[in-house]
């Protein structure tokens, strides 16, 4: 029980570096935690960028696409609501705030593989 717990806190510990990552437009520490072929959907990447369909690969890609958001909406942050975690995942929800935007409830699910993401999966409407 106590490895399960400890597995728990870590992934708790990941999603929380991550927050203070994206939330500081910190490009460096947001990629160094993720694995070098994770996979990353949303909605948005669907939106913005068809091609993808919604479906990015590799750290390259998230650091292009990250470094394109936080060019276009220098203003972006997240307001965490809450948390859910296992030993291998963590369920996100989080308030997107944008300068002159409706704020919206977003959703989010991490995969942590050896302690580091493999994959997100993004939800809103």
Excluded: C
């Amino acid at each position: 029980m106590k490895n399960v717990e400890a597995n728990v806190s870590s992934t708790l510990s990941i999603a929380h570096q991550w927050f203070d990552a994206f939330n500081e437009h910190d490009l460096e520490k947001l990629l160094s935690l993720y694995a070098g072929g994770a996979k990353h959907y949303s909605p948005k990447l669907k939106l913005l960028q068809p091609e993808t369909n919604g479906l990015i690969t590799g750290k390259d890609a998230l650091l292009l696409w990250w470094r394109d958001s936080f060019d276009r909406l220098p203003s972006l942050r997240y307001r965490l609501t809450k948390f859910i975690a296992d030993d291998s995942s963590i369920f996100m929800e989080y308030v997107r705030t944008v300068d002159g935007e409706a704020d919206m409830t977003v959703g989010e699910v991490l995969e942590i593989w050896d302690g580091l993401i493999v994959a997100s999966r993004v939800y809103h409407s």
